[in-house]
Protein backbone atom coordinates (compact mmCIF):
# COMPACT_ATOMS: atom_id res chain seq x y z
CA UNK A 1 0.00 0.00 0.00
CA UNK A 2 1.44 3.34 -0.71
CA UNK A 3 2.11 5.80 1.77
CA UNK A 4 -0.03 8.63 2.75
CA UNK A 5 2.19 12.39 1.80
CA UNK A 6 3.68 13.16 5.45
CA UNK A 7 1.56 16.59 5.25
CA UNK A 8 -1.45 15.13 5.64
CA UNK A 9 -0.91 12.54 8.73
CA UNK A 10 -0.97 15.31 10.81
CA UNK A 11 -3.87 17.10 9.70
CA UNK A 12 -6.17 13.68 9.94
CA UNK A 13 -4.29 12.46 13.48
CA UNK A 14 -7.37 12.35 15.25
CA UNK A 15 -9.04 10.36 12.24
CA UNK A 16 -5.96 8.04 12.48
CA UNK A 17 -6.47 7.40 15.82
CA UNK A 18 -10.10 6.37 15.44
CA UNK A 19 -9.06 3.87 12.77
CA UNK A 20 -6.08 2.73 15.08
CA UNK A 21 -8.72 1.66 17.56
CA UNK A 22 -10.85 -0.28 15.50
CA UNK A 23 -9.77 -3.94 15.82
CA UNK A 24 -9.09 -5.30 12.67
CA UNK A 25 -8.05 -8.58 11.18
CA UNK A 26 -6.26 -9.40 7.51
CA UNK A 27 -8.02 -11.17 4.76
CA UNK A 28 -11.28 -11.34 3.73
CA UNK A 29 -14.15 -11.74 6.31
CA UNK A 30 -17.70 -12.80 5.01
CA UNK A 31 -17.11 -11.53 1.61
CA UNK A 32 -18.95 -13.93 -1.03
CA UNK A 33 -19.16 -14.05 -4.91
CA UNK A 34 -21.16 -11.56 -7.06
CA UNK A 35 -20.61 -10.08 -10.52
CA UNK A 36 -21.19 -6.26 -10.33
CA UNK A 37 -20.56 -3.79 -12.65
CA UNK A 38 -19.62 -0.27 -10.94
CA UNK A 39 -20.20 2.06 -13.40
CA UNK A 40 -18.25 4.98 -12.02
CA UNK A 41 -15.22 4.94 -11.85
CA UNK A 42 -12.13 7.40 -12.83
CA UNK A 43 -8.43 7.50 -13.89
CA UNK A 44 -5.76 10.42 -14.41
CA UNK A 45 -2.82 10.68 -16.06
CA UNK A 46 0.05 13.51 -17.09
CA UNK A 47 0.21 12.82 -21.18
CA UNK A 48 3.30 10.32 -20.76
CA UNK A 49 4.31 7.83 -23.22
CA UNK A 50 1.42 9.34 -25.47
CA UNK A 51 -1.99 8.91 -23.67
CA UNK A 52 -2.72 12.44 -24.60
CA UNK A 53 -4.14 13.25 -20.97
CA UNK A 54 -3.10 16.18 -17.86
CA UNK A 55 -3.57 17.55 -15.06
CA UNK A 56 -3.20 21.47 -15.25
CA UNK A 57 -0.96 23.36 -13.06
CA UNK A 58 -3.64 24.30 -10.92
CA UNK A 59 -4.57 20.93 -9.89
CA UNK A 60 -0.69 19.88 -10.03
CA UNK A 61 0.12 22.56 -7.42
CA UNK A 62 -3.39 21.97 -5.24
CA UNK A 63 -2.78 19.96 -1.64
CA UNK A 64 -4.94 18.00 -3.44
CA UNK A 65 -3.24 16.41 -5.73
CA UNK A 66 -1.25 14.33 -3.81
CA UNK A 67 -4.14 13.21 -2.15
CA UNK A 68 -4.89 11.81 -5.75
CA UNK A 69 -1.98 10.18 -6.46
CA UNK A 70 -2.15 8.18 -3.26
CA UNK A 71 -5.61 7.05 -3.60
CA UNK A 72 -4.85 5.91 -7.32
CA UNK A 73 -2.58 3.80 -5.77
CA UNK A 74 0.11 5.08 -8.29
CA UNK A 75 3.76 7.27 -8.00
CA UNK A 76 5.24 10.08 -9.65
CA UNK A 77 8.07 7.61 -10.27
CA UNK A 78 5.80 4.43 -11.94
CA UNK A 79 3.41 7.09 -14.00
CA UNK A 80 7.20 8.35 -15.77
CA UNK A 81 8.51 5.05 -15.95
CA UNK A 82 5.58 3.05 -17.28
CA UNK A 83 3.26 5.79 -18.72
CA UNK A 84 -0.34 6.65 -17.67
CA UNK A 85 -1.09 3.09 -18.47
CA UNK A 86 -0.36 2.32 -15.19
CA UNK A 87 -3.17 3.38 -13.41
CA UNK A 88 -5.49 0.91 -15.51
CA UNK A 89 -3.39 -1.53 -14.86
CA UNK A 90 -4.16 -0.95 -10.88
CA UNK A 91 -7.58 -0.78 -11.61
CA UNK A 92 -7.75 -3.84 -13.63
CA UNK A 93 -5.58 -5.62 -11.15
CA UNK A 94 -7.84 -4.29 -7.89
CA UNK A 95 -11.27 -5.69 -9.34
CA UNK A 96 -9.32 -9.05 -10.35
CA UNK A 97 -9.09 -9.64 -6.50
CA UNK A 98 -12.63 -8.80 -5.93
CA UNK A 99 -15.25 -10.82 -5.59
CA UNK A 100 -18.13 -8.61 -5.66
CA UNK A 101 -17.46 -6.18 -8.60
CA UNK A 102 -16.61 -8.05 -11.82
CA UNK A 103 -16.06 -5.46 -14.39
CA UNK A 104 -15.70 -1.43 -13.77
CA UNK A 105 -16.56 1.40 -16.19
CA UNK A 106 -13.63 3.48 -16.62
CA UNK A 107 -14.52 7.12 -17.39
CA UNK A 108 -12.50 9.37 -19.47
CA UNK A 109 -13.33 12.98 -18.85
CA UNK A 110 -13.41 16.14 -21.62
CA UNK A 111 -11.98 19.49 -20.78
CA UNK A 112 -13.55 22.95 -21.14
CA UNK A 113 -14.20 24.47 -24.85
CA UNK A 114 -13.26 27.53 -26.03
CA UNK A 115 -15.59 29.91 -28.26
CA UNK A 116 -13.84 27.94 -31.08
CA UNK A 117 -15.06 25.20 -30.06
CA UNK A 118 -11.63 24.17 -29.34
CA UNK A 119 -10.30 22.63 -25.85
CA UNK A 120 -9.29 25.43 -23.88
CA UNK A 121 -6.15 23.85 -21.88
CA UNK A 122 -5.56 26.19 -19.56
CA UNK A 123 -9.13 26.10 -17.82
CA UNK A 124 -9.13 22.57 -18.18
CA UNK A 125 -8.42 20.60 -14.72
CA UNK A 126 -8.11 17.37 -16.12
CA UNK A 127 -8.18 15.92 -19.19
CA UNK A 128 -8.85 12.02 -20.11
CA UNK A 129 -8.78 11.71 -23.89
CA UNK A 130 -11.55 8.84 -25.30
CA UNK A 131 -8.35 8.09 -28.07
CA UNK A 132 -6.43 6.70 -25.03
CA UNK A 133 -9.03 4.90 -23.17
CA UNK A 134 -10.26 3.08 -26.19
CA UNK A 135 -6.79 2.16 -27.10
CA UNK A 136 -5.76 0.71 -23.66
CA UNK A 137 -8.62 -0.36 -22.43
CA UNK A 138 -9.24 -3.52 -24.64
CA UNK A 139 -6.19 -5.13 -23.37
CA UNK A 140 -8.21 -5.58 -20.10
CA UNK A 141 -11.07 -7.62 -19.58
CA UNK A 142 -12.32 -6.28 -16.70
CA UNK A 143 -12.55 -2.67 -17.51
CA UNK A 144 -15.52 -0.85 -19.89
CA UNK A 145 -15.04 2.29 -21.48
CA UNK A 146 -16.78 5.45 -20.33
CA UNK A 147 -16.62 8.31 -22.89
CA UNK A 148 -16.90 12.26 -21.98
CA UNK A 149 -17.81 14.60 -25.04
CA UNK A 150 -17.96 18.31 -24.63
CA UNK A 151 -21.41 19.04 -26.00
CA UNK A 152 -19.78 22.71 -27.21
CA UNK A 153 -17.14 21.00 -29.22
CA UNK A 154 -17.81 21.30 -32.85
CA UNK A 155 -17.16 18.24 -33.87
CA UNK A 156 -19.05 16.60 -30.60
CA UNK A 157 -21.75 15.17 -32.78
CA UNK A 158 -19.20 13.09 -34.97
CA UNK A 159 -17.20 12.40 -31.53
CA UNK A 160 -20.59 10.42 -30.13
CA UNK A 161 -20.65 8.50 -32.83
CA UNK A 162 -16.77 7.47 -32.83
CA UNK A 163 -17.37 6.80 -28.95
CA UNK A 164 -20.48 4.65 -29.78
CA UNK A 165 -18.48 2.73 -32.67
CA UNK A 166 -15.51 2.47 -30.19
CA UNK A 167 -17.99 0.33 -27.35
CA UNK A 168 -18.86 3.44 -24.96
CA UNK A 169 -21.45 2.24 -22.52
CA UNK A 170 -22.00 5.52 -21.39
CA UNK A 171 -20.82 9.62 -21.68
CA UNK A 172 -19.96 11.31 -18.59
CA UNK A 173 -20.14 14.95 -17.57
CA UNK A 174 -19.38 16.95 -14.49
CA UNK A 175 -20.82 20.21 -15.70
CA UNK A 176 -19.06 22.20 -12.63
CA UNK A 177 -15.62 21.95 -14.17
CA UNK A 178 -16.15 21.08 -17.41
CA UNK A 179 -18.16 24.28 -18.06
CA UNK A 180 -21.55 22.57 -19.13
CA UNK A 181 -25.22 23.98 -18.85
CA UNK A 182 -27.05 20.88 -18.89
CA UNK A 183 -29.99 23.46 -19.58
CA UNK A 184 -28.48 25.50 -22.87
CA UNK A 185 -30.86 24.69 -25.55
CA UNK A 186 -28.04 25.36 -27.96
CA UNK A 187 -26.97 21.38 -27.10
CA UNK A 188 -30.08 19.89 -28.11
CA UNK A 189 -29.08 18.21 -30.99
CA UNK A 190 -26.28 16.56 -28.81
CA UNK A 191 -28.60 15.31 -26.90
CA UNK A 192 -30.66 14.44 -29.73
CA UNK A 193 -27.50 12.49 -31.12
CA UNK A 194 -27.30 10.64 -27.46
CA UNK A 195 -31.14 9.16 -28.00
CA UNK A 196 -30.48 7.92 -31.36
CA UNK A 197 -27.36 6.09 -30.05
CA UNK A 198 -28.77 4.78 -27.06
CA UNK A 199 -26.36 6.50 -24.83
CA UNK A 200 -26.82 7.33 -20.99
CA UNK A 201 -25.14 10.22 -20.07
CA UNK A 202 -23.79 9.85 -16.36
CA UNK A 203 -23.67 13.66 -15.37
CA UNK A 204 -22.33 15.44 -11.36
CA UNK A 205 -25.26 16.37 -9.99
CA UNK A 206 -25.01 18.74 -6.76
CA UNK A 207 -21.43 20.88 -5.34
CA UNK A 208 -18.19 20.03 -6.29
CA UNK A 209 -15.04 20.33 -4.20
CA UNK A 210 -12.69 17.62 -5.64
CA UNK A 211 -11.11 20.32 -8.10
CA UNK A 212 -9.22 23.21 -7.33
CA UNK A 213 -12.53 25.73 -8.77
CA UNK A 214 -16.12 24.77 -10.05
CA UNK A 215 -19.35 26.74 -11.12
CA UNK A 216 -21.98 25.03 -9.31
CA UNK A 217 -25.29 26.49 -10.82
CA UNK A 218 -23.98 24.03 -13.38
CA UNK A 219 -24.90 21.34 -11.11
CA UNK A 220 -28.45 22.08 -10.52
CA UNK A 221 -30.60 18.93 -11.23
CA UNK A 222 -33.43 21.07 -12.32
CA UNK A 223 -30.71 21.98 -15.46
CA UNK A 224 -31.78 18.24 -16.44
CA UNK A 225 -35.30 18.85 -17.41
CA UNK A 226 -33.99 19.74 -20.80
CA UNK A 227 -31.87 16.64 -21.81
CA UNK A 228 -34.72 14.45 -19.86
CA UNK A 229 -37.57 16.63 -21.82
CA UNK A 230 -36.27 14.84 -25.16
CA UNK A 231 -35.54 11.25 -24.10
CA UNK A 232 -32.34 11.04 -22.58
CA UNK A 233 -31.07 8.64 -20.36
CA UNK A 234 -29.74 10.63 -17.76
CA UNK A 235 -28.17 9.22 -14.84
CA UNK A 236 -27.57 11.72 -11.84
CA UNK A 237 -24.36 10.99 -10.07
CA UNK A 238 -24.77 11.21 -5.99
CA UNK A 239 -28.21 12.05 -5.92
CA UNK A 240 -27.49 15.44 -6.17
CA UNK A 241 -26.11 15.02 -2.18
CA UNK A 242 -24.69 18.32 -1.70
CA UNK A 243 -24.99 21.77 -2.11
CA UNK A 244 -28.27 24.13 -2.61
CA UNK A 245 -29.99 25.62 -5.60
CA UNK A 246 -32.40 28.42 -5.32
CA UNK A 247 -32.57 28.18 -1.88
CA UNK A 248 -33.31 24.39 -1.78
CA UNK A 249 -31.28 21.34 -1.19
CA UNK A 250 -29.66 19.51 -4.48
CA UNK A 251 -31.03 16.61 -3.03
CA UNK A 252 -34.59 17.56 -2.79
CA UNK A 253 -34.39 19.18 -6.30
CA UNK A 254 -33.06 15.68 -7.84
CA UNK A 255 -36.09 13.77 -5.99
CA UNK A 256 -38.38 16.11 -7.02
CA UNK A 257 -38.21 15.20 -10.57
CA UNK A 258 -38.10 11.37 -10.28
CA UNK A 259 -41.88 11.34 -10.77
CA UNK A 260 -42.04 13.26 -13.49
CA UNK A 261 -39.13 11.91 -15.65
CA UNK A 262 -39.20 8.25 -16.18
CA UNK A 263 -35.90 8.16 -17.54
CA UNK A 264 -34.34 9.78 -14.97
CA UNK A 265 -31.65 7.35 -13.20
CA UNK A 266 -29.52 7.71 -10.08
CA UNK A 267 -25.96 7.00 -9.14
CA UNK A 268 -25.07 6.30 -5.43
CA UNK A 269 -21.51 6.74 -5.98
CA UNK A 270 -19.31 8.35 -3.39
CA UNK A 271 -22.26 8.19 -1.04
CA UNK A 272 -20.66 6.63 2.07
CA UNK A 273 -18.14 9.89 2.28
CA UNK A 274 -17.64 11.52 5.33
CA UNK A 275 -19.00 14.64 3.50
CA UNK A 276 -22.32 12.96 2.08
CA UNK A 277 -23.23 11.28 5.92
CA UNK A 278 -26.80 10.06 6.15
CA UNK A 279 -27.96 10.63 2.75
CA UNK A 280 -27.67 7.48 1.24
CA UNK A 281 -30.01 5.99 4.03
CA UNK A 282 -32.18 9.02 3.77
CA UNK A 283 -32.79 8.22 -0.25
CA UNK A 284 -33.38 4.19 0.55
CA UNK A 285 -36.29 5.74 2.50
CA UNK A 286 -38.07 6.47 -0.51
CA UNK A 287 -38.99 3.55 -2.69
CA UNK A 288 -39.54 5.11 -6.14
CA UNK A 289 -35.39 6.65 -5.55
CA UNK A 290 -34.23 3.23 -4.10
CA UNK A 291 -35.65 1.63 -7.81
CA UNK A 292 -33.74 4.27 -9.47
CA UNK A 293 -30.90 3.44 -8.03
CA UNK A 294 -27.72 2.18 -9.74
CA UNK A 295 -24.07 1.14 -8.21
CA UNK A 296 -20.83 2.82 -8.40
CA UNK A 297 -18.23 3.78 -6.52
CA UNK A 298 -16.43 6.63 -7.63
CA UNK A 299 -12.84 5.28 -7.13
CA UNK A 300 -10.31 6.21 -6.47
CA UNK A 301 -12.29 8.38 -3.53
CA UNK A 302 -12.72 5.07 -1.46
CA UNK A 303 -9.52 5.59 0.82
CA UNK A 304 -9.78 6.42 4.95
CA UNK A 305 -9.95 8.92 5.74
CA UNK A 306 -12.42 9.84 2.84
CA UNK A 307 -14.44 6.78 3.53
CA UNK A 308 -14.74 4.48 6.60
CA UNK A 309 -17.92 2.72 7.94
CA UNK A 310 -16.99 4.01 11.16
CA UNK A 311 -18.28 7.48 10.19
CA UNK A 312 -21.98 5.58 9.81
CA UNK A 313 -22.11 4.36 13.61
CA UNK A 314 -25.40 5.49 13.66
CA UNK A 315 -26.81 3.12 10.90
CA UNK A 316 -24.94 -0.01 11.64
CA UNK A 317 -23.14 -1.60 14.55
CA UNK A 318 -19.23 -1.61 15.34
CA UNK A 319 -19.77 -4.75 14.96
CA UNK A 320 -20.54 -4.79 11.67
CA UNK A 321 -18.64 -1.92 11.10
CA UNK A 322 -15.28 -3.60 12.44
CA UNK A 323 -15.86 -6.79 10.07
CA UNK A 324 -16.49 -4.01 7.07
CA UNK A 325 -12.74 -2.63 7.97
CA UNK A 326 -11.30 -5.60 7.98
CA UNK A 327 -12.48 -6.65 4.36
CA UNK A 328 -9.18 -5.93 2.25
CA UNK A 329 -10.42 -5.56 -1.15
CA UNK A 330 -11.82 -1.77 -1.70
CA UNK A 331 -14.54 -2.79 -4.20
CA UNK A 332 -15.44 -5.72 -1.57
CA UNK A 333 -15.71 -3.28 1.17
CA UNK A 334 -17.65 -0.31 -0.53
CA UNK A 335 -20.48 -3.20 -1.41
CA UNK A 336 -20.09 -4.33 2.11
CA UNK A 337 -20.95 -0.73 3.46
CA UNK A 338 -23.35 0.10 1.48
CA UNK A 339 -25.21 -3.07 2.04
CA UNK A 340 -25.35 -2.46 5.48
CA UNK A 341 -26.51 0.91 5.04
CA UNK A 342 -29.45 -0.95 3.43
CA UNK A 343 -28.81 -0.97 -0.48
CA UNK A 344 -31.22 -4.05 -1.74
CA UNK A 345 -29.53 -6.94 -4.16
CA UNK A 346 -31.54 -5.36 -7.06
CA UNK A 347 -29.59 -2.07 -7.07
CA UNK A 348 -26.50 -3.76 -7.48
CA UNK A 349 -27.86 -6.43 -10.10
CA UNK A 350 -29.46 -4.13 -11.88
CA UNK A 351 -26.61 -1.67 -12.83
CA UNK A 352 -25.20 -4.21 -15.56
CA UNK A 353 -28.88 -4.55 -17.35
CA UNK A 354 -28.96 -0.61 -17.95
CA UNK A 355 -25.72 -0.61 -19.58
CA UNK A 356 -26.47 -4.16 -21.52
CA UNK A 357 -27.32 -2.27 -24.69
CA UNK A 358 -23.91 -0.98 -25.09
CA UNK A 359 -21.00 -3.71 -26.95
CA UNK A 360 -18.05 -4.41 -25.22
CA UNK A 361 -14.82 -4.05 -26.61
CA UNK A 362 -13.49 -6.17 -28.97
CA UNK A 363 -10.03 -8.12 -27.44
CA UNK A 364 -6.63 -7.16 -29.31
Do not use: C
Not at 86 to 98: F, K, T
Not at 159 to 173: D, I, N, T
Not at 252 to 270: H, Q
Amino acid sequence: MKRLPAWLGGTLAAAVLVWILTPTSSGIVNVRRTDYLDMHVHTAGLGLHGSGAFINDAMRSSYKFPVYLYALGVSMEEIESQGDVVVLRNISRQVSGSRRVARVVVLAMDGVINPNGELDTEQTQLYVPNSFLMRELPRFSNLAFGASVNPYRTDALERLEQVAAGGALLVKWIPNIMLIDPADTSIIPFYQKLVELDLPLLTHTGQERSFAHARDEFGDPERLVLPLSLGVRVMAAHIGSTGVSEGISNFERLTAMIEKFPSLAVGISSLTQVNRRNTLVRALQSEELTDRMHYGTDWPLQFFPLVSPLFHLNHIGWRQARSIVAIENAWDRDVALKEALGVPSEVFERTSAYFSKRPRHKRE
